[in-house]
Structure formats: C-alpha cells, structure tokens
C-alpha cells in the first residue's frame, strides 16, 4: 500500500521562470537515468524479491524515496516554466510574446499545458525498458549502482549550467542523496558476499565444471593497444579468489562456419545444390 504526503522531501523554489532549463531537467527526469528510472526500477527489484527481510524492505524504501524525488523535480519544472512576470507595472494585457516560447521544449505548453512529463529532455518519452529487475540481488545492486553514477553525473553537469540559486539548491540535494545511495548499493553488494547469498562470478550458483577453464581466467588481448595488458585484469590474482589472470593474443579455436542451404521458398540468394548444378551448366555454355 502506497500513501502520500504533500510536504516535500526537499522544498526549494526557482528565482525566476526559465522554460529553456525546464527542458534541460526533463532528463534527470524522465531519460534514461533519470529518477522515474530508478524509483522504478528499486520498487520492482522489491517487489519482486522473493528473500524477505532487510533486502526487499531496504529496496521498497529506496524505491519509494526516489518517487518521491520525481515530484520535486516535476514542481520544479513546472515552477520553471510559470509565465514571466509582466514587463512594466502597468501592462495589464496578459498577452504572450514568440520571445517567451522560443527557448523551451514546445510539448511543455502545447501538449502539458505548462507542465512536466515522463519524458527526456529531447522529448522522447520514458521507457518501461530503462527498468531491469533480474531476480539476482548481485546484478542488480550492481547496476543500481551504475546508475546513481550515471544519475549524479548528470545532475552534476545540470550545476554548471544555470546561475539560479533554488534549483541549484535542489540539484545539490540529488547530487548528496545519490552520493548516499552509491554508498548504500555498494555496502549491500558487500552484505550479500558476507551473507553468502551470493558472489563473483555472478551468478554464483551456476557450476564452474560448465565453464571452459581456459577462457575463464584469460584477458584476450584483442587490439593493438599495447598498454591493455598493463592492468590488474591481465596479470594477478583474479576478484573470485579462484585463480590468476593471464593473456593471451587472441585466436580462432573453431572452424570455418558453413550454413545449410536455405529453404527455397524464401527466395533468399543460397540456391539448393541441383539448382546449382544447372546454373553451372548454363555458365559453360556461355563460356
């Protein structure tokens, strides 16, 4: 059961109307890692736990926290793009200059009537594909953390781009949480290893004997970038504790692949062998 409540998380209010940066904030909005994303891509990773205790609980009260962050910046952007104050004491006219519409997103006034939506800030609209929920708490916490890095990267980059000192108050308050939410899904990768639920490679449980152990524990080196052997992933002990690293230049260990013909009635230019037969007929007696 979800309920509400009207106060904020965080309250902090625009200095002046901007439509052109409202625009620039519906991708920490409603983009690829933006908060819709998270909030819920956390709730369905809780819902869908089927270990319960500290696990599902911690994810349904992140994933509610994040819901909570979409509504702050909806008010936001919607503050963002309030009608600018008139230009003189006495205009009383109420009219609206092309000036006003030229730098912002036009769906904000002509489809939302002013208002945000679930959509990034070229106006694509948010995707139920952004959202993975594996059923593994070893993947997913480790995406998750992906993306709180990828969320206050752009948040960040959001700081440098406009001078107003509320929505940079609000942009400083994404920016901690998300440095705390690192932190957390860091930490619960950490828990899950010490509570053996689950470790590297993940998923853990599927049996090594399945592996091919040559290609387990080799850095295929693949370019002609000679410092790609120079790291810990080349040489060394190897984060599963079940060896060590080594490199090797990469080579063809299968065979030339060679598909049966394809089926006729498909037309595909791969003619059956009596037909070739006929065609190399033909070429001799043209030759």
Partial sequence: MFTHQKALQ???KPDAPDPAFAMKLQEVL?????????????????WNTRLPGKYKDMLMAIGTEELSHVE???QMIDQLLDKPAPMSADDTTGSTQASEFGAQNPQHTIVNGGSA???????????GAFVTASGNLMADFTLNV?????GRLQVA???HMTDDRGVKELIRFLVTRDHMHQMQWLSAIEELKADGLDG????EAFPLEEEFDEFSHTFIQASDGEAATEGSWASGPAPDGRGDFRTALIQATGEWPELAPGDPRLYGTNPLQETKGLIDKAKDALS
């Fill in 10 to 12: 965080f309250t902090s």
């Fill in 30 to 46: 409603g983009g690829k890692w933006g908060e819709m994303t998270v909030a819920l891509q956390y709730l369905y990773q809780g």
């Fill in 146 to 150: 992906t993306a709180e890095m990828q």
């Fill in 200 to 203: 590297m490679p993940t998923p």
């Fill in 157 to 159: 980059r959001l700081f």
């Fill in 72 to 74: 702050m910046l909806v």
């Fill in 117 to 127: 939506y679930p959509h990034d800030s070229n106006g694509v609209p948010w995707s």
